[in-house]
C-alpha cells in the first residue's frame, strides 16, 4: 500500500474524516477537522494510533504476526489480513494492519 493510496480514503471514510485533496510537499492527505491539517496513518503513528481508536479496533499480535479487528454494530468482525512481523519495522506492521481494518470498514460503508 502506497502513502497515496486511494484506499486510504475509505478509511477515512470509516472514521468520518473529510479529505480535501493529497498534499504531495508532506506525503499526507490534507483534511479537515483532525487535529492537524494533514493525515496518513500509513506513515504516521499518531494517525494509525487515532484510527484504531476512533473505530474501537483491537490490535492482536502473534510470535511474528499482527493484525487489526472492529467489531460491527450487528456483531461480527472485520479483520485485516495477518501482517508478518519477520523482517520488517513492527511499527510499520502495525500501520499497515490499521489502515487495511479501516479500509475493510469503510468499504462496507454507504
Known amino acids: 500500500m502506497s502513502a497515496q493510496s486511494p484506499d486510504l480514503l ?6 468520518s474524516i473529510r479529505v480535501i485533496c493529497w498534499d504531495s510537499s508532506r506525503s499526507a492527505y490534507r483534511v479537515e ?11 504516521d503513528d499518531g494517525d494509525a494510533m487515532r484510527l484504531a481508536a ?7 499480535q502473534g510470535s511474528d504476526t499482527v493484525f487489526a479487528q472492529h467489531r460491527t454494530q ?23 494492519a490499521i489502515c487495511l481494518c479501516a479500509i475493510k470498514v ?5
Not at 80 to 93: M, T
Open 10 to 15: 475509505l478509511a477515512a471514510k470509516a472514521c
Open 33 to 43: 477537522g483532525a487535529q492537524s491539517s494533514r493525515w496518513n496513518p500509513r506513515n
Open 54 to 60: 476512533a473505530l474501537k479496533m483491537s490490535i492482536d
Open 74 to 96: 450487528g456483531g461480527f468482525w472485520i479483520n485485516s489480513p495477518v501482517i508478518s512481523l519477520k523482517g520488517r519495522d513492527r511499527a510499520d506492521a502495525y500501520r499497515e
Open 106 to 110: 469503510g468499504e462496507r460503508m454507504p
